[in-house]
């Protein structure tokens, strides 16, 4: 039976199988992805995964753009997770994690654009979701102020966090050669 959570209950992963929509499973907590996301969010986004995506074309790393599900487990057994994301962005190193429904476990890289319904899920709930399962790099675009937050984990937790504003470009950690410029995030 096709429902909608409550979303001041706790859900189970077998809940979120029966909801219409598209909806976050984050703690036994139901988050929907909607209301559709801005033009400026969009652009964001579509810079950011072109980037990624030239970056990584003759690399063993796949990039994914919403929608696409990732799924967290406490056990290695992924068909029942524990927790469901929708990142905007992900870039996932490890083939074996790729199914046919998104990816099993932590992708190295995601990224989170904030909109205003988002940017405290994004910068609390998320940003200790992937903290925990071992992300090792979390990006947060913040339109409203351009800028971008990066996070790199050491030793469990994230300890490199670095704040690029419009005039910079942005460096991964992980990836070493990976810089985007911000001024082609903000050009819209």
Not at 36 to 54: C, M, N
Not at 167 to 176: A, D, G, H, R
């Amino acid at each position: 039976m096709v429902s909608n959570p409550d979303e001041k209950k706790i859900h189970t992963y077998q809940d979120w199988l029966t909801w219409e929509g598209t909806w976050e499973l984050i703690n036994g907590k139901a988050y929907n992805m909607s209301p559709a996301p801005t033009s400026l969010h969009q652009y964001i986004v579509g810079e950011l995964h072109f980037a990624l995506r030239t970056f990584f074309q003759n690399r063993s790393c796949y990039v994914f753009v919403a929608p696409f599900d990732v799924f967290f487990s406490e056990s290695e057994e992924y068909q029942s997770p524990d927790q469901v994301t929708e990142p905007d962005l992900s870039v996932v190193c490890s083939k074996d994690q790729i199914s046919k429904n998104g990816c099993n476990g932590a992708p190295t890289l995601i990224i989170e654009v904030l909109s205003p319904s988002t940017a405290l899920k994004d910068f609390n709930e998320k940003f200790n979701l992937y903290q925990k399962h071992g992300v090792p790099e979390y990006w947060i675009v913040d339109p409203g102020n351009r800028t971008v937050h990066v996070y790199t984990l050491e030793d469990g937790s994230y300890q490199v966090r670095h704040l690029y504003t419009e005039q910079e470009s942005i460096k991964s950690n992980v990836f070493k050669d990976l810089q985007i410029p911000m001024n082609t995030l903000f050009s819209l």
